[in-house]
């Protein structure tokens, strides 16, 4: 007898791919159902097929995503700041993924909160109101009363994690069949994204790490009295429920209310663009989705930030290379921003630095100058990242796009605001922060610690090579097509060597000869020794210069 949750996900399956052939992919199915063919889009309805021609596969898939329901739209917003993984195209798209659902009833809620608190929602909350402030697809916001103070509670739908946890067991199958069935696939790795996700998930259904990223944004900004983040309260808040303060403000999107209220437009929009400019340069640990909803201003322009649940982290080498490049821009320097680029993108194949370099000072030719507001520019960044086989880690496009949305945010309030401006303080403050005394030492005992382990374990390392090169167990792989690349780099080690030993051997010729005084001679100095040194200083440039036009030192 099949198991009923085997039945279940058996339907479930069927069900995703029927929404997959009704919206175009009927390859995509045929592929997977590699022994029948059912991907037939002949029987659609003539409105369907007429959709399915003025639509991108892009749009289709994101049609696709919405109706497989909560679960997939998660994935959706999850691989939309994925671009590691998602085409540029695909992730535009994805952007565009609406979270909204319908409420679910308040004896849930009630049941919920009863479980959770493990007494009568009465006997923890003065007031309670029935109807939500909003919902989601993970749970829901009411407004209530705790200890004499208006608090928001947000509750987990019930059963959610039941139900994702069965969608995500679907969605690895799907993953497994797509990943060995599919050409061009494997690739991808959809099963390592679905493990990746699951993981995120997990993540946002515990509702704990949302409260402990709250507390600690509001501990940095505790004595900043132009922003506010809503304390939470522990006593009513478990894994599925979250009770913060309640914030009386207007939301920043609504310019009517703003102006009704006589909010000073460009003190909000300086006060939004700081926040979000000193978690990402300063801190590292950052606010990553500050779209309209999630910003409130209240009295006295107060900007007041919620939803903590999605936070980037960025480390501080990656900080210092992100702070470097944007000096470059504005110092108007395309080889110097190029080198920046390298070192916070990764490659799969060699790039060519020379045409990077070129399209760079295209680049800033085009955008450097404009208005902020006329352009696209993390959709361009990412366009032209691609166009150059580079990908950049996730939490620094997190990062680029939480500082993209509250530029954004900031220009539609005060047209006039020069955001460039308002970063340099923390520009500067980051770069001239890689020279403090207490950093410098900090990174000194730091070298020192590894070069102390390298002493240490260099004894055990060459033993074990010794023995694996008296086993004859040493094994070099090389590939056929790439020998030529091998081949050209190894002479230019080779030439680098050669002249860098004749160099040498120059200022040593040179040394003696001054030393010796040897005639001719000019106030006391060896002409030939003088003119050897010019020589040398001039082999020197050279040797650099060719280190830095390859782009490796």
Known sequence: MIPDRTMRQTKR???????????????????????????????LMAEEQVRLR?????ERLRKVIEELGPTYVKLGQVLSTRPDLVPQELLAELTKLQDHVEPFPFDEIRKVVDFELGQ????????????????????????????????????QRPAIRETMDADIQVMMQLAGLVERRVPGWAVHQPTRIVKEFAQALAEELDYRIEAAHQERVAGKFEADPTVRVPRVFHRASTSRILTMEFVDGIKVSDLGALRSSHADFEEVARRGFRFIIEQTLIDGF????????????????????????LMGRLGQQVRDDFVELVYHVIDRNPHRVAESVLSLASADTEIAVPELERDVARFMDSYCGRPLREMDLLGEILRALD?????????????????????????????????????????RRVFLNRFRPQRLAEETAAVGREFALLFRDAPASLRELSRVIRRGSIRIGL??????????????????????????????????????KIPPTWNGISVLGLGGFFVSVVMSVWLLMSILRHGRL
């Open 13 to 43: 399956l069927k069900d995703i791919l029927a929404i997959l052939v009704r919206n175009g992919f009927g390859d995509l199915v045929d592929a997977i159902h590699s022994k029948r063919r059912l991907a037939r889009t002949d029987g």
């Open 54 to 58: 003025h639509s991108t596969r892009a």
């Open 120 to 155: 009568p929602l009465e006997l923890v909350f003065e007031s309670f109101e029935r109807k939500p402030l909003a919902s989601a697809s993970l749970g829901q916001v009411h407004r209530a009363r705790l200890d004499g103070q208006d608090v928001v509670v947000k509750v």
């Open 286 to 309: 950052f606010h990553a989705d500050p779209h309209p909803g999630n910003i409130f201003v209240l009295p006295d322009n107060v900007v007041c930030f919620i939803d903590f649940g």
């Open 387 to 427: 166009q150059h086989g580079l990908r950049i880690a996730p939490d620094l496009f997190l990062m680029l796009k939480a500082i993209f949305e509250i530029e954004a945010i900031a220009v539609a309030l005060a047209p006039e605001l020069d955001v460039l401006k308002e970063a340099e303080p923390y520009v």
């Open 479 to 516: 590939d056929q097509e790439s020998m030529p690349a091998v081949l050209s780099a190894s002479d230019r080690i080779a030439n680098r060597l050669a002249f860098a030993c004749v160099l040498g051997a120059s200022l040593v010729g040179s040394a003696i000869m001054a030393a010796a």
